[in-house]
Nanobody, 115 residues
């Protein structure tokens, strides 16, 4: 069973940047996608960005132009570069992937953006 471990969260001021990492505990390449989601207090979890094994990417409208998702090759680690952070980006950021038909989630990393 593969595990995902996120890192890179923290407390920053509005306008600053953070880079999150999500590492899978496997020596083999993941074969589908790696994605980032976030959940703010009192809100539903929402999609942020995804990157597919062919390199295609997808973003939520709220982060387009500010966040960039990337991955290493073979795909075992995904990164989320977050620029121009806003207080409304404050949330727990979690990554997920599909592994042999199962959806795997990491524990999450807290991102707090102060005004």
């Amino acid at each position: 069973q593969v595990q995902l471990v996120e890192s890179g969260g923290g407390l920053v001021q509005a306008g600053e940047s953070l880079r999150l990492s999500c590492k899978a505990s496997t020596s083999a390449s993941l074969t589908a996608y790696m994605a980032w989601y976030r959940q703010a207090p009192g809100k539903e979890r929402e999609f942020v960005a995804a990157i597919y094994v062919n390199g295609d990417t997808k973003y939520a409208d709220s982060v387009k132009g500010r966040f960039t998702i990337s991955r290493d090759n073979p795909m075992r680690t995904a990164y989320l570069q977050m620029n121009s952070l806003k207080p409304e980006d404050t949330a727990v950021y979690s990554c997920n992937t599909a592994y042999y038909g199962r959806t795997i989630w990491g524990q999450g990393t807290q991102v707090t953006v102060s005004a």
